[in-house]
Every structure is written in C-alpha cells, then in structure tokens.
C-alpha cells in the first residue's frame, strides 16, 4: 500500500492506495473507498467511487495538481513529510497558480480585477460553453495577479483565464 499526505485547498489529508483487480482500494483519513478510473485526453477522468459517477480533470501547476470536478475547482499539494519538521508549522504560498478553462467556450464576464483579494470559492470568470453559463471557482484564497482574458473572448480547454497567487 502506498501512503501519503495531500493539502487540499488546505486541508490535509492522510491517503494511502492500493490495486486490486484494476480497481483501487483508497483510504482517505482512514475511510475505505473502492475507485475506478480510466484516463481521457491526458488530464480528463472518469471516476466511479464506491458507485457514483464523477467527471474530473487534473492539472499540474506551480503548487501541485488543480483538479475540477464538476464547477468546483480544488488546489491538490503532494506533501513531503519531513517538509514541515524542516520549515516549522505554518504554510506560506510562495507560488503562482494558473487558473485554467477546462472546456472551450466564450467568456462572458470577468468578474475580478489584477490586485484583487479574492476568497477560496469565489467566482472569478464566466464562461458559456455549450449554450450554459458555467462559474470559475478560485481553488484558494490569494490575489489575483494577471487577467489575461476579457468579455467576448473565445478559450479552447487549458487556456489561462488569470493567474493567483
């Protein structure tokens, strides 16, 4: 069994995995979870966890990995063990993270500016994609940095849409 400790949108948690039969057994905080996952497109998911359906893409970024699923965008740090007996408590931001369009679409609103404070959660962009209005979530707290995008802009998947830190 594999284990490890992962901050999410931070939090941490303690995971351990294991493969059984070309599902996973996954513990997370102690909780049992049977998951199948197949790969699509090199960063989308298909999940199903202990029998429910999950569309999911992960990115790799600055600070870890990004993962949405479904509207709600999540920040995902692989945690070294000894990191926190070498650095002391606290967890201090020291990079940016790009915000990305996980589908094509147009964007409709941008709905912060550059040196804004913005709060886990908060919608930042509004994209229509597929004739629906869908809401970019910022995966944490921070201040926007750069807002490469604007109103009537057209964005494939992965395009930057602003920059937190």
Known sequence: MIHLDAEVSGRIYKLAFESEGGKSRVLVDGREHIVDAR??????????????SYEVTVEENGEG??????????????????RRARQGSGRAR????RVRSVMPGK????????????SEGQP????????????VLAPFA???VRVPVGPGAAVEGGAELLVLE
Request: contains cysteine; charged residues 25%; glycine residues 6%.
């Open 124 to 135: 930042l962009v509004v994209l229509e994609a597929m004739k629906m209005e869908n809401e």
């Open 65 to 82: 990995f990004r993962v949405q699923v479904g509207t709600e965008a999540l920040q995902v740090q692989r945690l070294d063990p000894l």
């Open 142 to 144: 921070g201040t926007v």
């Open 94 to 97: 020291a990079r940016q993270t």
């Open 39 to 52: 790969c699509f497109d090199g960063f989308f998911y298909s999940l199903l966890i202990d029998n429910r």
């Open 107 to 118: 964007v409709v609103r941008v709905l912060v500016e550059e040196g804004e404070q913005v």
